[in-house]
């Protein structure tokens, strides 16, 4: 049996699905983009901070996992969490209510923060059995793994790991990822003939996801400086804009634009209007979400937190060369 090998870009095949599949596929993950935009609220995306995140990547690339199930244990492990939290102000608010004794609130979270390494493991392995057609990580890889860090755990509580996170989630786990977003409107760039090839613009995507998914909270910082035109967001406007930060749509067309301005800006506004007719959002929200990411990956220069927010040379060109398309 031949060793494990990391995805190969080159795997991925753009242009061997039926346009049917295709508008089938992206009217679902539009549909599923809407319900979480909507349902978005208090901690929502909490758990997708770098350090978690740079983890979940350095164990999938150890264990060789197409770069998939990266983002598909992010997003179990995000849900999950979310849960856990969710029960416990739930609980805590029933026994305010109630008066009765309260829970060793201490031991709760010593419990929870003891088990999360154990958690965040189960999500990659459960993310792995949904790309079985891959690579499944085995008990025996993941109990020797933990080992290696100093955690001991017997297969039975692997095992029951996984399935209290299955529970958790209703046995919901195949959910969706911006990777599928981005992937599948490539797809349909490459049908509507895209002057930049999807191939081409692929692996560029996956590196600006990558950057964006680890510098999470200070591209969506720009972002939202840029969308009120204020360097200091209010509380109320940072949580109204959880929202923006669910909305996997707009983070795969902004990833999408950056790299095909990257890639090659002079068919840069060709493929922003692509974006812009296939899913409807405006392009002056493209041409900003692009910018933020352009900011953080090449390196411009970003107002400091105490300056106002004047537009960039680079996002008023982007944002001319949105207009020029209307």
Known sequence: MDGPRLASLGDFQFG??????????????????????????????SFRETRIVEFVFLLSEQWCLEKSVSYQAVEILERFMVKQAENICRQATIQLRDKTEPQNWKALKEQLFNKFILRLVSC??????????????????????????????????????????????????????????VEMLLEVLGYNGCLVPATQLHATCLTLLDLVYLL?????????????????????????????????????VGIIAASAFIQNHECWSQVVEHLRSITGIALESIAEFSYAILTHSVGANTPGPQQAVPPHPVARALRAAASSNT
């Open 124 to 181: 990659v392995q459960l993310a792995s059995k949904l790309s079985f057609h891959y690579k499944i990580i085995s008990n025996v890889t993941v109990l020797n793994f933990l080992q290696a860090l100093g955690y001991l755990h017997t297969k039975e509580e692997l095992l029951e790991s996984e399935l209290d996170v299955l529970k958790s989630l209703n046995f919901q786990i195949n959910l969706p990822t911006p990777l599928a977003y």
């Open 216 to 252: 999470r909270e200070p591209v969506y910082e720009s972002l939202l400086r840029a969308s009120i035109e204020n360097s200091t967001p209010s509380q109320l406007q940072g949580e109204k804009f959880i929202s923006v930060k669910e909305d996997f749509m707009l983070l795969a």
């Open 16 to 45: 061997a699905v039926t346009t049917e599949t295709i508008e089938d596929a992206l009217l679902h993950l539009a549909q599923q983009n809407e319900q979480a935009v909507r349902e978005a609220a208090g901690w929502t995306g």
